[in-house]
């Protein structure tokens, strides 16, 4: 995502041709057909589809392109079982037949913003872009030794924010935990909705025992479980479970 | 999303039926093809497109169906010039045609809550919803004064999880925060391939004054921005600013 508007360079005509033709009424039927299925069949899914999704997933676009994130396709069987048991034993899980964690990674910020760094000296990229990642996201996404850099962030936030406009967060941990869930979630819908592409279901639970989910995958405390999903051919008989409830779009979209 | 598996019901074989065939090609068109844009061109995005896209976008699947979201669509021009401020000034805000501010909203639970019940009684849906939404959801997403119910739910799922597997969260208004991030979140990325399908773009913008934000929309501060969304028709020549970077996928998915 654009936090500033560095990310300009003149160069990439390339990449603002060639935008494909696109039926509309395909997506429609996937975004309208899009449930969450409770109960799966046996069938397996093509490795092919599974790959495509994953792959599709990390098509999303994520904060300061740091990339703050991982899947965990969970095919182990020990594993997978344990994962069910940390799903509260749910059907949407134990039906599955495929089990993925999406993780959000804040803990791994610094090893990607040097990834970057590297990246954009190997490819010789613009020097605005070089600049943004050495100077301005070690400067957003550092908290410091106990906090303290956040603090004194928080508080130049607050005075500077009296005279002008100035980006709020993170200025703590718990910020870079929702910086990095906001990522991770997008990328969830694409693989969601890239599964029903492909004539496939899913399931994202978030009433799970996250502490043993990090266990089962051996995560450090800093990693945050964002959903479990499962994954599989929707059951035709008992796979939806009801209408798509959803209260007065009025309620919601506010035209102001 | 399913945090229980209890809105299961036997009666709904229609919505079983009529799965619609798919083309997965014109699906991969769109995932594809978005890119956040920086420029837009003045062309005018069709209303019905509008329309369709905050719609699809409250398609989205949402914890325990609760709705937490709310979508602004800001089109009075003196809000627009302070929000176009707010999100410092980038092109990504100053060149799109329109703006939109997708809003978690955790405080507006109970009224959600409470609108769902009054979905099941009205539609006499079956026992175990009206449960679920009477009981569970009153303990789990309640925090109670200063925290206070909050701070026990934490101390006995330590004990209980010692014991059996458990849900580990929210127990506080920093998880209910993560938590309708996440939702709305998953509605940012419907919209934005929606817009794409109908052959407009985006630009997610999350480096933005929140307080502000907050201020122009007159949102309570309980209210969380996610992110602004600039949209409109992309500028040919700039645009998209640079190939799309992803580190090795290996990085980020593994199989375990």
Not at 154 to 168: D, E, N, S, T
Request: aromatic share 10%; charged share 25%; glycine share 4%.
């Amino acid at each position: 995502m654009s936090s500033n508007n560095i990310i300009q360079s003149s160069q990439n005509k390339k990449h603002n041709n060639h935008l494909p033709k696109i039926n509309y009424k395909e997506f429609e039927k996937v975004i309208k057909s899009r449930r969450s299925i409770r109960f799966f069949t046996k069938e397996v899914i093509p490795k092919i589809v599974i790959k495509n999704s994953l792959n599709n997933a990390l098509l999303a676009p994520n904060s300061s392109n740091l990339q703050v994130w991982e899947i965990y396709w969970v095919k182990n069987l020990n594993k997978k079982k344990k994962l069910i048991e940390a799903c509260l034993s749910q059907p949407a899980a134990s039906t599955a037949k495929e089990l993925f964690v999406f993780v959000a990674r804040p803990d791994n910020w610094k090893r990607n913003n040097k990834l970057m760094l590297d990246h954009i000296k190997k490819n010789n990229l613009n020097s605005k872009l070089f600049n943004y990642y050495s100077k301005i996201t070690k400067i957003v996404y550092s908290q410091g030794f106990l906090n303290l850099f956040g603090y004194i962030k928080k508080i130049l936030v607050i005075i500077i924010g009296l005279f002008r406009v100035i980006p709020r967060e993170p200025t703590s941990f718990s910020d870079m935990k929702i910086w990095s869930q906001k990522s991770i979630a997008l990328a969830c819908q694409n693989f969601m909705l890239s599964m029903r592409a492909y004539g496939y279901d899913t399931c994202p639970m978030e009433g799970m025992d996250s502490l043993k989910v990090k266990k089962i995958l051996n995560l450090p405390s800093r990693a945050q479980i964002s959903m479990v999903i499962g994954a599989g051919r929707r059951d035709k008989k008992k796979g939806v479970t009801g209408d798509q409830i959803r209260f007065d779009n009025n309620l919601f979209i506010k035209i102001v």
